[in-house]
């Protein structure tokens, strides 16, 4: 893989690009977007382009980039959290700043990935201060983050930002139709998917591929057709299925509130690419639309408080079919 391989996002690939060329690499580079616009792919593109050993940086064919492509580079170290954690354990970190204290081994450069770095506990990020503020010589570091006031401010001030943006619902759309099953998600189904989540293609393929995450989109869908058509049983009975813990009910009132949002910016004239044929929530008023978004919003703060998953279902219930 090589920058030319990026779809979309020019500016940011001509800024990376630049640094590589120019001979001024960041000592620390900040990327900044939204999930699943390809912050994770252009750190590793950065990051083969400091260890390549040919030109264009990166080169995507000799064996140090394919060695840190597939993150085995001996000088490429990648700092993410767990599956299995709520943040980055200090352990990783402290690993991190050990690998920091070396000398590189096959290239010019160490290069530390930190994905999401905001995940970081506040005893992980005044770590990673403490090193940003002096770097060892021949080390270099990649910070991704969905925006840079989850860091801290001094933190964000000793990095070079580049913002990473959501492709075009068309760029969106083609990146992915060849990735996605069409019996899985036909065209409409997959063009309102790249407008649901905003153009970001990492997030149409997790919704797509993740069955959890496609059962709550399915589900949103529903739900806000139950809404729009004033079926109150299809809606109650609907909801009470969320009341299960296995079920994903944050995501789900997200992805409704996504829906909601969508066609009222459409019965505005604001999203002309949005399918009036296909929108489950068409029948709907602006004044219903957005009582809906603030029922969901609602909701979801007290879910995210710990509120009880049945009465916050209750409140939803008793909310929606209300508008």
């Not at 400091?50 to 064919?61: A, D, Y």
């Not at 969508?262 to 999203?271: E, I, R």
């Not at 002309?272 to 979801?300: K, N, V, Y």
Request: aromatic share 4%.
């Amino acid at each position: 893989m090589t920058f030319s391989d990026i779809c979309g996002n020019s500016g940011a690939v001509s800024f990376l690009q630049r640094l590589l060329s120019g001979g001024k690499e960041a000592a620390s580079l900040l990327l900044e977007g939204p999930d699943g616009t390809g912050k994770r792919t252009l750190a590793r593109l950065y990051a083969m382009g400091l260890v390549c050993k040919n030109g264009p940086l990166p080169c995507g064919r000799c064996e140090a980039c394919r060695k840190a492509q597939q993150d085995i580079h001996p000088d490429v170290f990648t700092l993410r959290r767990p599956p299995d954690k709520q943040q980055i354990p200090i352990e990783q970190v402290r690993s991190m700043l050990h690998f920091c204290s070396i000398l590189p081994n096959e290239a010019e450069y160490r290069v530390c990935i930190i994905e999401n770095a905001q995940e970081l506990g506040p005893g992980g990020q005044n770590a990673l201060l403490k090193i940003l503020e002096e770097p060892p010589a021949g080390v270099r570091f990649v910070l991704t983050v969905p925006g840079r006031s989850t860091l801290l401010p001094t933190i964000v001030s000793r990095t070079l930002v580049a913002r990473v943006q959501p492709l075009s619902v068309q760029e969106c759309f083609s990146l992915v139709r060849p990735r996605i099953p069409a019996g899985d998600f036909p065209d409409g189904e997959l063009w309102r998917l790249c407008l649901v989540f905003g153009g970001c293609a990492g997030q149409v393929l997790a919704a797509a591929g993740d069955p959890q995450t496609s059962e709550s989109y399915r589900r949103a869908v529903q739900l806000c057709t139950a809404v729009a058509s004033g079926d109150e049983w299809s809606l109650a009975t609907g909801l009470a299925e969320l009341e299960d813990k296995s079920k994903d009910l944050s995501g789900c009132l997200q992805l409704m509130i996504h829906l909601f949002h969508l066609s009222l910016l459409s019965k505005s004239g604001s999203l002309p690419d949005w399918q009036q044929d296909t929108d489950p929530c068409g029948r709907m008023s602006t004044a219903a639309l957005a009582r809906c978004i603030q029922c969901c919003e609602t909701q979801a703060r007290y879910i995210q408080g710990n509120m009880a998953r049945p009465l916050a279902v209750t409140a939803l219930a008793a909310g929606l079919s209300a508008h």
